[in-house]
């Protein structure tokens, strides 16, 4: 039966090679041969390989937003346990991987930034909803006092969210997920756990 | 006058574009063209590009050591100070190189880790090199009760390297040193003070 190809099958081919070997690392060729499409199909939906790139960065934000996002609402976890599965379902996913791979976002960020403005505009925005989540999130918890009434949500959020993205780079180099416990260990065990109830 | 060109000049010149585009996005003749150097002198010095990759990181480890080591056995200083005017002073380098750039040792974490054992070796040699200097001086700390005796210096000190790693590429996307000195804030003006006199 012959099979045919959509643009969704060769975003997340992409999205496989990308996550390995980085964006600059990554032919159009390869990408191709793994999602067994022909050039053309290719140029039929993408202008270019940043659009392509954009489409990876966006299929990405979809995904992860669907595997967060129920973690984040389920109100039968205090709200800082919320945060703290969901790093500890990313630390899981990296492990499944063979402690490689990490995350997209994270990976173009440093790969990227610098490069092309319009993938950094797109991190940029993928950050921000990240942040935005787990604001609303910290807000909760600092209605129930779970962190002091001085802390910034906001800045918390984007303190997590970078510093997990820092123990993932590291927890790559080291082919181990434990800097990754040791972050979530320090940050939920140590550090704010030791403001409670200093509101 | 003819400029006689040597294994330094090269490296220097391959370290300022592979900072703004990384290793894959560099090819060897924009570092012959920026070191003004002939193609043959470049394989008199380097086997490889990879082999080229693994001097960039030493040269780059060696004036990373030279710029923090003063600091870090600055006894006029507090153990603790000694380690957040490190990572002020790297804050500073970021914001005069116009929010960009970053590590090298970073970026290189996630572009080349799961691409090269060789680099993944390096790498992570550097990053247990730093993790062990902070780890000194947070025994000094530990000693002297700035932090808990039950805390682990070696933990710590991976914590704040790659949480500043983290810090330094969300920096990166944003444009801004603010996710920086948002993380020396949190670490070094709530998470550790709020330890103080608990051990």
């Known amino acids: 039966m ?3 190809h959509n643009r969704e099958d060769i975003v997340q081919a992409g999205l496989e090679i ?24 290719f140029y039929n ?12 960065i966006d299929h990405y934000l979809l995904f992860m937003r669907g595997r967060l996002e129920p973690i984040l609402r389920d109100d039968s976890l205090p709200p800082l346990q919320r945060i703290r599965r969901c790093l500890e379902l990313l630390t899981e996913i990296f492990e499944a991987n063979g402690c490689s791979r ?16 319009s993938f950094r505009d797109r991190l940029e925005g993928g950050l921000q909803s990240w942040v935005g989540g ?8 600092q ?22 993205q820092g123990a993932l780079l590291r927890s790559k180099v080291k082919r181990s997920a434990e800097p990754l416990r040791n972050f ?4 939920f065990d140590v550090f704010l756990v030791c403001r409670e109830g200093l509101t």
Chains 1, 2 share one sequence.
């Open 184 to 187: 979530i260990h320090f940050y």
């Open 18 to 41: 990308v996550l390995g070997r980085g964006f600059n690392g990554t032919g159009i060729e390869a990408i191709l041969r793994q999602a067994n499409v022909p050039k053309g199909s």
């Open 134 to 141: 787990f604001a609303s999130v910290l807000r909760l918890a």
């Open 102 to 117: 990490g995350c997209l976002i994270g990976n173009l960020s440093l790969e990227m930034a610098d490069q092309c403005e």
């Open 45 to 56: 939906f993408f202008a270019s390989k940043e659009e392509f790139g954009l489409a990876i």
């Open 2 to 4: 012959k099979r045919v």
């Open 143 to 164: 209605r129930e006092k779970a962190i002091p009434a001085d802390m910034d949500p906001e800045m918390l959020a984007e303190n997590i969210i970078s510093s997990f």
